[in-house]
C-alpha cells in the first residue's frame, strides 16, 4: 500500500473509533440524562403512546387510560372518585408531571422499569401492544369512602394503619382535587384548571395526612403518659400521681390551666387522661425533662420523615426546651408539631402492644401479566413501650371512650381506645382550634385499625370545636368501616 492510502485508511480507522466511543458514551453514560431532558419531547410521547398502567384498591383499578384526540400524546390518565383517591394516587399530567404513587412509580406504571424487561421482549414477538405494570395498595376502599365522607366539606385529613402491620388502610385530604382536570396538555382547560388549583388558598393540592403538621394538642398525652411509664415516672396508671391544683410553670409565674374545674390534684393517670389534665401531663413533661420526652416522642416517629413510600413531613418535639417548654410541649403545644400519619403511629404503636410497625401503602408491584415484581414485607419501626405499659396505656384510652371525652367514638360490640385534642391555633389562639382524635378498635381477633383525625374547620363557632365532637364519629365510622370489611 502506498504512502497516501495507507494516510487515508489510517485516517478512516481513526474516525471508526472515534464513531464507536462517542456512539457508545451516548449510550452508556450520557443516554439516562439525556432521556430525561425536558427538551427532549420523543419521552414524553413515548410516555403516553401505550396505555399507562393501573393503581388497584381491593382488587379494582381506581385509574384508567382514555385516549386523547388531536394530541401527539395518544393516552391520557383518568380517575375513578379523583377527589377521594388523589391523595393516594397523586396526579399524573401531560403538562404538569406527576406526584406521590403515580410519580414514585411511574416506570412499573409506564412499563419501563428494568423488572418488566421479558415482559417487553415477549411482547416484541407476540406483537402485542407494550402495556404498563400495576401497583397494588394496601388501602382499604370502604375505610377511604368513610374518612372522605366524615370530612366532607371541612378541612382536614385521616389516616388510618393496620396495628400488626403498619399498612396504611385510608388516607384522605381535604378539600381535595380531581386529577383527571388536567392529565392532559391543553393551554386551556388543563392549564386553567391546575393553575385554579394551585393558586387556591384552601391548598386542595396539600396531602394534609402526610404534608401538614399541627399542634396536636392533647392527643399527645398519649406520648407523656407513655414516657411517664417507660421512665419509671409512675408504675401504676391507678394510683394517685404528685399533682398539685393549681400547678406553676417552671421558672415562671403563671399556672398552667386546665379545660375547666376538672378532678386533676393528685389524679391517677387513667383519670388524668379520660378528663385529660393539663397540669398532669404538663408537670409529667417537667419532671422527665426535654431529653426523656424526646426520646420517647422520637421511638413514636418524631423528628423523622416517614417514607410510605410517599414521604411525609416530619412532626416535631424540640430539643433544648426548658422545663416550662417542656411542659407545654408534653400537652401537645409550643413547638410540638405532628402529621396525621404520625398520630395514627402513635395509636397503632399501643393498640399493636407497643411495637410501631413501619406505616406502608404498596403492597406489591405487578407486571401487566399480574406476575409479582415486587412485594413489600411489614417491618418493625421501634418498639415505643414495652407490653405490659402499652396495655396500660391502652386501658386509659379505653376509659376516654367509654366514660370520658371520646364517648363519641363508641362501636356496640367493639373495645374502643382514643385520645381527643383540641390544638390551639394561631398567635394567642386568635384561630380557630384544630380537633383531633386518635383511636384504635379491638376485636376478639386483635386489633385490625388505628386511627388518627383532624378537622380545621373554620367554618364551625369556635365553641362547637371539639376533638371528640368533630374527628371522633369520623374515627368511628372507619374503624366501623374496616371491622366490617373484614366480617
Same mark, same amino acid.
Given at each position: ?66 385516549? #386523547? ?23 399524573? &399530567? ?27 421482549? *415477549? ?9 404498563? =405494570? ?12 368513610? *374518612? ?60 394534609? *395526612? ?25 408504675? &401504676? ?41 393539663? #397540669? ?27 417514607? #410510605?413510600?410517599?414521604? &411525609? ?76 405499659? *402499652? ?25 374502643? =381506645? ?39 374547620? &373554620? ?29
Amino acid at each position: 500500500m502506498n504512502k497516501p492510502l495507507r494516510r487515508i485508511a489510517i485516517f478512516c480507522g481513526l474516525l471508526v473509533v472515534a464513531l464507536l466511543l462517542r456512539d457508545n458514551w451516548i449510550q452508556y453514560v450520557t443516554a439516562d440524562s439525556l432521556n430525561s431532558r425536558k427538551e427532549n419531547r420523543r419521552v414524553e410521547i413515548e410516555r403516553y403512546a401505550h396505555q399507562r398502567g393501573d393503581i388497584i384498591v381491593d382488587g379494582k383499578a381506581v385509574t384508567g387510560s382514555t385516549v #386523547t384526540k388531536g394530541s401527539m400524546y395518544k393516552y391520557k390518565r383518568t380517575w375513578k372518585d379523583g377527589p377521594m383517591w388523589a391523595p393516594v394516587t397523586g396526579y399524573a &399530567s401531560q403538562a404538569f408531571g406527576a406526584t406521590q404513587l403515580e410519580n414514585l412509580n411511574d416506570s412499573i406504571l409506564t412499563g419501563n422499569d428494568d423488572r418488566l424487561f421479558f415482559d417487553r421482549t *415477549a411482547s416484541m414477538f407476540t406483537g402485542e401492544k407494550k402495556q404498563g =405494570g400495576n401497583v397494588v395498595t394496601t388501602l382499604n376502599a370502604d375505610a377511604q369512602k368513610a *374518612a372522605f365522607k366524615g370530612l366532607g366539606d371541612k378541612k382536614g385529613a385521616v389516616a388510618a394503619l393496620d396495628p400488626k402491620t403498619g399498612a396504611i388502610l385510608a388516607m384522605a385530604s381535604t378539600p381535595s382535587y380531581d386529577p383527571s382536570t388536567f392529565a392532559g396538555n391543553s393551554t386551556g382547560s388543563d392549564t386553567k384548571n391546575y393553575t385554579k388549583l394551585k393558586d387556591d388558598k384552601n391548598e386542595p393540592l396539600l396531602n394534609r *395526612a402526610l404534608r401538614q403538621t399541627y399542634p396536636p394538642g392533647s392527643a399527645f398525652k398519649v406520648v407523656t403518659a407513655s414516657a411517664a411509664l417507660e421512665n419509671g415516672l409512675y408504675d &401504676s396508671v391507678d394510683t394517685p400521681t404528685r399533682s398539685p391544683l393549681p400547678w406553676r410553670l417552671p421558672l415562671s409565674s403563671k399556672d398552667l390551666p386546665n379545660e375547666g374545674n376538672l378532678p386533676c390534684k393528685n389524679a391517677t393517670l387513667v383519670e388524668a387522661l379520660r378528663v385529660s389534665c393539663n #397540669t398532669v401531663f404538663g408537670k409529667i413533661g417537667a419532671d422527665l425533662g426535654n431529653d426523656k420526652m424526646r426520646a420517647e416522642a422520637e421511638k413514636f416517629g418524631f423528628n423523622s420523615e416517614q417514607f #410510605t413510600p410517599v414521604r &411525609s413531613n416530619a412532626s416535631v418535639f424540640s430539643k433544648g426546651m426548658d422545663k416550662a417548654q417542656t411542659a407545654l410541649s408534653s400537652i401537645g403545644q409550643f413547638n410540638t408539631a405532628a402529621t396525621p400519619l404520625q398520630m395514627a403511629m402513635v395509636a397503632s404503636a399501643v393498640a399493636n402492644d407497643g411495637t410501631l410497625m413501619k406505616p406502608y401503602m404498596v403492597d406489591r408491584l405487578t407486571a401487566p401479566n399480574l406476575d409479582t415484581v415486587a412485594k413489600t414485607d411489614p417491618e418493625k419501626q421501634s418498639e415505643p413501650l414495652t407490653k405490659e405499659h *402499652a396495655q396500660m396505656v391502652q386501658k386509659m384510652m379505653e376509659a376516654v371512650v367509654t366514660r370520658g371525652t371520646g364517648g363519641k367514638a363508641q362501636i356496640p360490640g367493639v373495645t374502643v =381506645g382514643g385520645k381527643t385534642g383540641t390544638a390551639q391555633n394561631g398567635v394567642n389562639n386568635s384561630g380557630n382550634p384544630y380537633a383531633w382524635f386518635i383511636s384504635y378498635a379491638k376485636t376478639d381477633q386483635g386489633s385490625p385499625v388505628a386511627v388518627a383525625v383532624v378537622v380545621e374547620d &373554620s367554618n364551625a363557632s369556635r365553641q362547637d370545636i371539639s376533638g371528640g365532637g368533630l374527628a371522633g364519629p369520623i374515627a368511628k365510622d372507619v374503624m366501623s368501616a374496616v371491622i366490617n370489611s373484614k366480617k
